[in-house]
């Protein structure tokens, strides 16, 4: 992929021009050599990772209630900037181009299978979540060829099986249809989308993963004092 450049004139951008955020003000939203405008984007997407970094440190910490010198705690940490950093990722591919790239997708299933191995989770809760994560998607991949969901929902759901195991990764699914049900209700309502259109399935997934991995516990227990 090589160094980052502008989308416009495609120059190298240099370190000083890739401050999250802080760049992108001092430089008043355009670029330093072509002075053509930065999508608001990069801004957002910078804003929304740091903010989401520090809700899952005071999740982690409160939760486990670690000394910070614990490597489990490190660990946590570790394996939840990670999950943020590649749901945020793929959650813009999705969005954008209507793609999950392997090449983001698998290594992180593998990464985040193995940190969640070494603080202590069931390997077999989390072969259960990456199969049934993955296979629920390759099910209605194959049954339709490809119609009814794409290959890179079947590679997200197993990455959201690795991250959530089971059986939390239940709930993710849950919450993602749950999202991308009334999203398109409210499509369909104000005539924005029609019963044929094409949403990319992974802007509920990322979303759904990341709610899960902080206050999956509580959601399920909340469910389950509906009963």
């Known amino acids: 992929m090589g160094r980052s450049k502008c989308p416009h004139c495609q120059h190298v951008l240099a370190a000083k021009d890739l401050i999250p955020i802080l760049s992108f003000i001092l430089l008043l939203g355009r670029c330093r ?26 999740i982690e910490v409160n939760n486990y209630r670690l000394p910070l010198t614990d490597y489990r705690l490190s660990i946590l940490l570790f394996r939840d900037f990670l999950a943020i950093a590649v749901l945020i990722i793929l959650f813009v591919s999705d969005w954008l181009y209507m793609t999950i790239p392997d090449e983001v997708a698998i290594p992180s299933i593998v990464i985040i299978f193995c940190l969640n191995l070494l603080v202590g989770f069931s390997w077999i809760f989390l072969i259960v979540g990456l199969v049934v994560g993955g296979g629920f998607f390759a099910l209605q991949y194959f049954l339709s060829r490809g119609v009814w969901v794409g290959g890179g929902d079947v590679r997200l759901g197993a990455l959201m099986g690795a991250l959530l195991g089971w059986p939390l990764v239940l709930a993710s699914l849950f919450v993602a249809y749950l999202g991308g049900a009334l999203v398109a209700l409210i499509l369909l309502i104000f005539k924005k989308a029609t019963p044929q259109t094409q949403i990319p399935f992974g802007v509920f997934l990322a979303p759904a993963a990341l709610v899960v991995l902080f206050w999956g516990n509580n959601l399920v227990g909340w469910y389950l004092n509906l009963l």
Request: charged share 10%; with cysteine; net charge positive.
């Open 33 to 58: 050599y072509c002075n053509k405008k930065i999508s608001w984007q990069y801004p957002i997407v910078e804003l929304a990772t740091g903010l989401l970094f520090v809700l899952a440190y005071v």
